[in-house]
């Protein structure tokens, strides 16, 4: 059963007239009585009586009508909807997002809604690898969070800019004017780090092995804003890249030495399909 014989029987039924449906379709009267033939045959029982040149609706032909015209209808719908999805009309969208580059994305955000306002948008925060498994599981469209070095073959990295890494102080502290700081230094301050699970922390634990550095950390916490409010009081300092602090509370001192940038990225699956408003978010990104 074609979408197209259906289309074909519902003019037949509306005109009762076989050559006059076929003139509206712009088909010839063979190629309508044919299909409309072969849908007859498929369904196993006749929709139209032939009396002559007259036609008339059967019993089975008026109750199919009705199945015919919702199949019809709703195939339009879709139709439509498809094409208002291709104008970024209709839609949804969802983003994976972790707190450093949250006041990047809120920017987009409100750009992205005021020219697409009918696109529903979910953002989701979380760490690094959390995200990166929500979009594995298809959960996400996109996320947007910082470069690893080690590249998955399976996924699509678009940089965005690149931000150094800083150590987080109060602006009251008597280092806040410096203008950078090695990471031994760093080793004697008393330190509050972000959950194992931040890619930020990854980065730098890992830069600490290789140089055999060892951190003074006295607090540990899964939540970046109750970490820099803490880092407000004085009694802790902390590492972080310097787009993740934007409080007039705290100042950043960029760290010293080589590969102290982190790359903004958005990371989506190579192999998916990539929504239109997701190309659209992007750019505004």
């Keep these: 059963m074609e979408l197209r014989q259906l289309r074909y029987f519902l003019k037949a039924k509306e005109l009762l007239n076989f050559t006059e449906a076929a003139n509206q379709l712009n088909i010839s009267q063979s190629t309508l009585s044919q299909q409309i033939k072969q849908l007859e045959e498929e369904i196993n029982v006749p929709l139209f009586n032939r009396i002559g040149k007259r036609i008339t609706l059967t019993e089975a032909g008026l109750l199919f009508s009705e199945f015919a015209f919702q199949s019809v209808s709703r195939a339009n719908d879709g139709l439509i909807m498809m094409k208002d999805l291709n104008n970024l009309n209709v839609g949804s969208l969802s983003i994976g997002v972790t707190y450093a580059l949250r006041n990047l994305l809120t920017r987009a955000l409100i750009l992205f809604s005021e020219k697409f306002p009918d696109i529903k948008v979910k953002i989701v925060f979380g760490t690094s690898t959390e995200l990166i498994d929500r979009l594995n ?121 080589k590969n102290m940038l982190r790359e903004a990225t958005v990371i989506s699956l190579k192999d998916a399909y990539q929504k239109k408003a997701a190309e659209a978010f992007q750019n505004y990104l």
Excluded: C
Aim: cysteine-free; aromatic content about 6%; hydrophobic content about 40%.
């Design 137 to 257: 599981s298809t959960e996400l469209d996109f996320v947007l969070t910082f470069r690893e070095q080690a590249d998955d073959v399976h996924l699509r990295y678009r940089s965005l800019f690149s931000s150094p890494m800083t150590l987080v102080v109060s602006k009251n502290s008597n280092i806040a004017g410096r203008s950078s700081i090695s990471l031994k230094e760093i080793m004697d301050l008393p330190l509050a780090f972000p959950d194992s699970g931040y890619s930020t922390i990854q980065f730098i634990n890992n830069l600490l092995k290789l140089k055999k550095l060892k951190p003074n950390v006295l607090v540990e916490i899964n939540d970046i804003s109750t970490l820099l409010e803490l880092v407000k009081t004085g009694v802790w300092n902390t590492i972080l890249t310097q787009v993740s602090v934007d409080d007039i509370g705290l100042s950043t001192i960029p760290i010293q030495g």
